[in-house]
């Protein structure tokens, strides 16, 4: 999805005075991910808010999370996996 360009401070990219442009689709994963629901106030149930689920025993209701928050963003959500070393794999793309 194109969409403004944001640095990893989430402040805009902005080259020769102008906002950049591009894919954007890593940048809103990245939001969504870190999102708690409550937190865009213009869509109150966004956010998967993975800091929540740190200390859960039980994995699959992260998993289950970030594939639904990701299908209500209208992505097509082919993969979340989570290995045991903690390391998170999502295979998710717009449609």
Do not use: C
């Amino acid at each position: 999805m194109t969409d403004i360009q944001l640095d990893n401070d989430y402040d805009l990219q902005i080259s020769g005075g102008d906002i950049i442009i591009g894919d954007a689709t890593y940048q809103h994963q990245a939001i969504l991910l870190k999102a708690s629901a409550g937190e865009v106030k213009q869509y109150p149930t966004t956010g998967v808010g993975v800091e929540a689920f740190l200390l859960d025993e039980d994995k699959s209701l992260l998993l289950r999370e970030i594939r639904s928050q990701f299908t209500k963003d209208g992505m097509k959500v082919d993969k979340v996996n989570l290995a045991p070393n903690g390391t998170l794999t999502i295979n998710a793309e717009y449609q």
